[in-house]
Nanobody, 115 residues
């Protein structure tokens, strides 16, 4: 049974930084994509950043230059370094791992940026 567990969320002032972590237990074969999504109150869930199977990143325009996605295969962990945070970054952040025929989501971690 694969589980994704996020950590690292919290309350931070505008301009501050946070690093989110997503650790997955269990073996996931043929990972197609790993990524971070976010959902603000009253809005649809949206992509923040992803890594494809080659490790190439893709970022939403709203986070480019401020967020960095990375992974540590030895630790089965994915990260999202978030710098220069803005109040509009406030959301629940979810990690996601897609493999062949499988699609796993974490439970989410709250990020709140105060102005």
């Amino acid at each position: 049974q694969v589980q994704l567990v996020e950590s690292g969320g919290g309350l931070v002032q505008a301009g501050g930084s946070l690093r989110l972590s997503c650790a997955h237990s269990g073996r996931i074969f043929s990972i197609i994509q790993m990524g971070w999504y976010r959902q603000a109150p009253g809005k649809q869930r949206e992509l923040a950043a992803t890594l494809n199977s080659l490790g190439n990143p893709n970022y939403a325009d709203s986070v480019k230059g401020r967020f960095t996605i990375s992974r540590d295969n030895a630790k089965n962990t994915m990260y999202l370094q978030m710098n220069s945070l803005k109040p509009e970054d406030t959301a629940v952040y979810y990690c996601r791992v897609r493999g062949l025929g499988v699609d796993y989501w974490g439970q989410g971690t709250q990020v709140t940026v105060s102005s």
